[in-house]
């Protein structure tokens, strides 16, 4: 059986659909499936996702492949053979004021399009496949909810001398908060900066390390205070140790897909403190620290509880690599595969 991927999220910086797009395929990869056979589409470095995938796509549907995979939203307008589309959110379509209205509006006109016409819509989990039933109208027996997942070889639980070494690099030696991803405005940074400033009254030590660009601009940066610590893009190999040498791993979101850098901490072992937004409750409410989503009292009050609560922070950190256990790419993949065959009828 012969699978196309759309391979456009691989071609320019790394992001969220990157990485699944990269753990699925050594996912599949990993179980070298029989009668399987999966063929990787990639454009040029340059060029337009939405051109690529209504022109190249739409001519490669034509190309015998019992079934096209397209990880971002978009698939061709008449494919010549069945689709799956990956749509990790809906947040355009629930809270377009956080994107850019470059971007926003082929997505918010696109994606209902393209999830109705789809044989079949993969979403990372139940409160997302349950948005996405109401917002764009795909029957439920349409989505198929395959959480993301981490790739364990490279995150996972660490030295005490690497967390040490961490600080020291990273924080000037001084404990340290860590919040990672893409910063932008949606992430709650302005939450995690007002809640640092409440806990540094006690513990005046305390720094804030910022991982990651962001295409959007977060006014709260423009003029950052000392204790934020930018370093910009960290390479994956050096995460493990960012997250395992944090006193606590931040996740403020108001809104996420899956939260991939909140699943690598948790691999690591590091007590993360996340917002109460669905999917943070549906995937890892038990192995976190959650507070009220958009309440920066509540976010420094839950932080507070992991610094001083030492018992609460150890169970914080023994949760989190048992629950990040449950997520494997070859689990994903072994989803995907399974759909796959569905729709192809073989």
Same mark, same amino acid.
């Given at each position: 059986?012969?699978?196309?991927v +759309?391979?456009?999220?691989?071609?320019?910086?790394?992001?969220?659909?990157?990485r699944?797009?990269e753990g699925?395929?050594a996912?599949i990869e990993s179980?070298?499936?029989?009668? =399987?056979?999966?063929?990787l589409? &990639?454009?040029?470095?340059?060029?337009? %996702?939405?051109?690529?995938?209504?022109?190249?796509?739409?001519?490669?549907?034509?190309e015998? =492949?019992?079934?096209l995979?397209?990880?971002?939203?978009?698939?061709?307008?008449?494919? @010549?053979?069945?689709?799956t589309v990956?749509?990790?959110?809906?947040l355009?379509?629930?809270?377009?004021?956080?994107?850019?209205?470059?971007t926003?509006s082929?997505?918010r006109?696109?994606? #209902?399009i %393209?999830?109705r016409r789809?044989?079949?819509? $993969?979403? +990372?989990?139940?409160?997302?496949?349950? /948005?996405i039933?109401e917002?764009c109208?795909v029957?439920?027996?349409?989505i198929?909810?395959?959480?993301?997942?981490? +790739?364990? *070889?490279?995150?996972?639980?660490?030295?005490?001398?690497?967390? %040490?070494?961490?600080r020291?690099?990273?924080?000037?030696?001084?404990?340290?908060l860590?919040? !990672?991803?893409?910063?932008?405005? @949606?992430?709650g940074? +302005?939450?995690?900066?007002?809640?640092?400033?409440?806990l540094?009254r @006690?513990?005046p030590?305390? $720094?804030?390390?910022l991982v990651? !660009?962001g295409? /959007?601009?977060?006014?709260?940066?423009?003029a #950052?205070?000392?204790w934020?610590?930018?370093p910009g893009?960290? #390479?994956?190999e050096?995460l #493990?140790?960012?997250?395992?040498?944090? *006193?606590?791993?931040?996740?403020?979101?108001?809104?996420?897909?899956?939260d991939?850098?909140?699943?690598?901490?948790?691999a690591?072992?590091?007590?993360?403190?996340?917002?109460d937004?669905?999917?943070?409750?549906?995937?890892?409410?038990?192995?976190?620290?959650?507070?009220?989503?958009?309440?920066?009292?509540?976010?420094?009050?839950?932080?507070?509880?992991v610094?001083?609560d030492?018992?609460?922070?150890? *169970?914080? &950190?023994?949760?989190?690599p048992?629950?990040?256990?449950?997520?494997?790419?070859?689990?994903?993949a072994a989803?995907?595969?399974?759909?796959?065959?569905?729709?192809?009828?073989?």
């Amino acid at each position: 059986m012969r699978i196309a991927v +759309d391979g456009k999220a691989l071609v320019g910086p790394a992001g969220g659909v990157a990485r699944y797009v990269e753990g699925l395929l050594a996912g599949i990869e990993s179980l070298a499936p029989e009668r =399987f056979s999966i063929e990787l589409l &990639r454009p040029g470095k340059n060029g337009s %996702t939405l051109l690529w995938t209504l022109w190249n796509l739409q001519r490669a549907s034509g190309e015998g =492949f019992h079934v096209l995979h397209c990880p971002f939203y978009y698939t061709p307008l008449a494919p @010549r053979c069945p689709v799956t589309v990956a749509i990790h959110d809906v947040l355009p379509l629930e809270h377009p004021e956080w994107f850019a209205r470059s971007t926003l509006s082929p997505i918010r006109h696109l994606m #209902p399009i %393209t999830a109705r016409r789809a044989n079949a819509v $993969v979403t +990372d989990a139940e409160c997302i496949a349950q /948005a996405i039933e109401e917002l764009c109208h795909v029957p439920r027996q349409n989505i198929r909810v395959i959480p993301h997942a981490v +790739d364990h *070889e490279q995150f996972h639980l660490q030295p005490m001398a690497v967390s %040490t070494e961490a600080r020291r690099r990273w924080a000037g030696g001084h404990p340290y908060l860590l919040q !990672g991803g893409a910063l932008e405005p @949606r992430r709650g940074i +302005d939450l995690s900066l007002v809640a640092m400033m409440e806990l540094r009254r @006690r513990r005046p030590e305390l $720094v804030l390390v910022l991982v990651g !660009g962001g295409r /959007a601009p977060v006014p709260e940066l423009d003029a #950052p205070p000392p204790w934020v610590v930018r370093p910009g893009f960290v #390479p994956d190999e050096e995460l #493990p140790a960012l997250y395992a040498g944090a *006193e606590a791993v931040l996740s403020p979101s108001r809104g996420e897909g899956f939260d991939l850098p909140l699943l690598e901490a948790l691999a690591c072992g590091a007590a993360v403190v996340a917002s109460d937004i669905p999917v943070h409750v549906e995937h890892f409410g038990p192995a976190v620290e959650l507070f009220a989503s958009g309440d920066a009292e509540d976010l420094a009050g839950a932080v507070e509880t992991v610094l001083s609560d030492s018992e609460r922070a150890r *169970e914080l &950190r023994e949760a989190a690599p048992r629950l990040a256990a449950r997520f494997t790419w070859e689990r994903s993949a072994a989803a995907h595969l399974e759909l796959w065959r569905e729709i192809a009828g073989r």
